[in-house]
């Protein structure tokens, strides 16, 4: 089952991911894919039940998550020199 902040924190996060973005094109010239971007995943009833989402909010949700882009940023880390995703 997979878990998710509904609402305002999706929403948040898009917004954080799109501030995070900006300065990524030196990762890219590094070679490292600086987003590996993959469809969203999706929520069942009972998923969104879980989360504590009433019924009535399910539309609205899965309207904002219809407009979200979903991707793992990688970076590099800079004490060991690997690369590791966030």
Known sequence: ?????????LLSGALLLGYLTTGLP???????PAIRWEK???????????????????AEFRRLLARTDCGTIRVR???????ASR
Do not use: H, W, Y
């Open 1 to 9: 089952m997979k878990r998710v902040t509904a609402g305002r924190g």
């Open 26 to 32: 030196a990762a890219a010239e590094s070679g490292i």
């Open 40 to 58: 969203c995943p999706e929520f069942s009833d009972d998923d969104l039940r879980d989360q504590n989402l009433k019924e009535e909010q399910f």
């Open 77 to 83: 880390r800079t004490a060991t020199n690997r690369t």
